[in-house]
């Protein structure tokens, strides 16, 4: 089964279940490096749990592309 294939079955999941997933792989292969600093993971947890628990709060992402591209010109 190619890691495509398993995200999907992954996605189908309960959040719940999809939670322990992650959390299975965290604890067998660890956090990957990817350079960030203790205060930046700590950051980016809050907002994460933030988010979980009021999702309705998520601005879309072409909401914020188009803002973006406003002020920063079109590209």
Do not use: Y
Not at 45 to 68: D, Q, T
């Amino acid at each position: 089964m190619s890691a495509t294939e398993i995200l999907e079955q992954i996605r189908r999941l309960p959040e719940n279940e999809r939670r322990e997933v992650a959390g299975q792989i965290l604890e067998e292969f660890g956090m990957l490096d990817d350079g960030l600093t203790s205060e930046q993971i700590e950051e980016a947890e809050r907002r994460a749990e933030r988010l979980s628990l009021n999702p309705e709060s998520a601005i879309p992402w072409e909401h914020v592309e188009s803002e973006l591209k406003d002020r920063f010109g079109r590209k």
